[in-house]
């Protein structure tokens, strides 16, 4: 029989499942391609238009730039490794989606950005901080240090690494 | 075990919250003090993972009072911060419970 604390109860349940969703997988992201090719996904040309935040069942985009969305999408892809800058650098210029990103578009200036190794540094501090704007719009007390993870080494190299639940989501056409 | 603080200024009703929690297994501390000032409360809201408030008491300034609760949980360290439920036993009015929505507080009616 229930009472007239069971919706306590069951609120404090429900709160429970999303701590443990938070500690073990981090926040929930979903990223956007757009200019997909027919039956393809992830391919090469494809853009990634945007990315968003997705905190009990709402979309929060983050504010980022076109650099900075293809750094988190590639720190997502290769997310059961630290990557220092100087791999995350060489794995981007190796990958084919990002050295044709957007080309799709067919835009004569192209929708392209190279990651040097030396601006990965600065380019995880403002993922960071367009995390920490979108947790503090959602009223998500996280720090966005736990989801940008920076992972020591044995000598002075750091490696990073996304922790948080990623899906990619894809668009045949220029709409989103 | 996960560590849940609940802030109640009605004793009894906080002991009935607490040994409904206690029955799950979690570790309840109940407060019935309201000052975020105090460092018993800071250091409860530091190692807590859930945070349960009664807001019955309308003549209370919940909103400024759970803004305070966020921020003084705040961390930075390798642990999120507690998530908070709200509970009351009277009815409040939608823009209360949006402005909770709007905090990342989920909220509560007890029948």
Known sequence: ?176 | MPRVLVIDNDQAHSTEIADRLRALHLTVVAFRELSTGSSILHDELSACDIVVVNVSDASQPWLAILRRLLEASARHSSQPAPLFLCTSRIKRDPQFQLELERMGVRFVYER
């Open chain 1, 1 to 176: 029989m229930r009472d007239s604390l069971d919706p306590v109860v069951d609120g404090v349940d429900l709160l429970l499942a999303e701590m443990r969703g938070l500690k073990s997988q981090g926040p929930q992201l979903r990223i956007v391609h757009r200019f997909r090719e027919p039956g393809m996904v992830c391919a090469p040309g494809e853009e990634i238009a945007i990315v968003y935040l997705v905190y009990r069942s709402k979309f929060y985009p983050l504010r980022l730039s076109l650099a900075l969305r293809m750094l988190i999408d590639y720190l997502a892809k290769h997310s059961h490794f630290p990557q220092s800058a100087s791999q995350i650098e060489a794995g981007m210029r190796a990958d084919p989606f990002y050295v044709k990103h957007g080309t799709n578009a067919m835009l004569p200036t192209g929708l392209k950005r190279r990651i040097s190794r030396s601006a990965v540094k600065e380019y995880v501090k403002r993922l960071r901080l367009a995390l920490e704007l979108a947790f503090r719009d959602v009223g998500l007390n996280l720090d966005p240090r736990q989801v940008i993870v920076s992972e020591p080494t044995v000598m002075n190299e750091v490696g990073y690494r996304l922790k948080a639940s990623v899906e990619w989501f894809h668009c045949s056409t220029q709409t989103i």
